[in-house]
């Protein structure tokens, strides 16, 4: 495995050139080494910029015939407390949420929460989510106080091979669907997710007090 620390724009380069050895190593496709490459550039641009730096740590991983690339991106961001002082400063016209930039669900209904509070219009900006992440971000942004438009576009966007489908469109209005179905609202291909699995670990759930 190989990490890189990001505190400047040189580790930014260090990262792209990291993940371009290890998708070298991993024997992935010229068109698949591009794609790493590119992701990997920007989720360390996104932990600089926005997360006050952090670490990369990239590492090439089997599956069978399968090789693959694993990149795990940590920052330093300092979490929701900035949103409640910029929200008291009038620094904030608006606030674009990411679910991956803040820590997921719980954290982001939060800062939904102290936004809305504060009378602040939100709009919900995707990142590299597959349609998982993609379904959640709509179910967010179809509650009250995102009022911005979305940052949206479908999985399909990003990748070819994705874990739900169909997927959302987005209409000729510039629209979206929200799904009615429970859980996610989208299926999950069971046999893309096994496929890509490196390790399973089932943890029991404690059975509920009467």
């Known amino acids: 495995m190989t990490q890189v620390a990001i505190g400047d724009d040189g580790d930014v380069v260090r990262v792209r050139q990291a993940a371009r050895t290890a998708a070298v190593e991993a024997k992935l496709s010229l068109v698949d080494q591009t794609k790493l490459v590119t ?105 009250e106080g995102f009022t911005d438009p979305a940052d949206m576009s479908p999985a399909s966007e990003l990748y070819d091979y994705d874990l739900v489908d169909p997927t959302y469109d987005v209409g000729p209005d510039g629209t979206i669907a929200v799904p009615e179905a429970p859980g996610l609202g989208f299926d999950v291909t069971g046999a893309r997710v096994a496929a890509g699995t490196l390790r399973r670990v089932e943890v029991p759930v404690p059975a509920a007090r009467g």
């Open 39 to 143: 992701a990997a550039s920007e989720l360390a641009r996104n932990t600089l910029v926005y997360g006050g730096g952090g670490t990369a740590e990239l590492e090439v991983v089997a599956n069978g015939a399968r090789n693959g690339v694993r990149a795990v991106f940590r920052d330093d961001g300092p979490g929701i407390e900035d949103v409640e002082r910029a929200l008291e400063l009038g620094a904030c016209r608006n606030v674009n949420l990411k679910p991956g930039r803040v820590g997921g669900v719980r954290q982001s209904l939060e800062v939904r929460r102290i936004c809305a509070a504060a009378g602040v219009p939100l709009w919900c900006g995707g990142m590299l989510e597959s349609g998982v992440g993609r379904a959640l971000n709509l179910a967010l942004c179809s509650l």
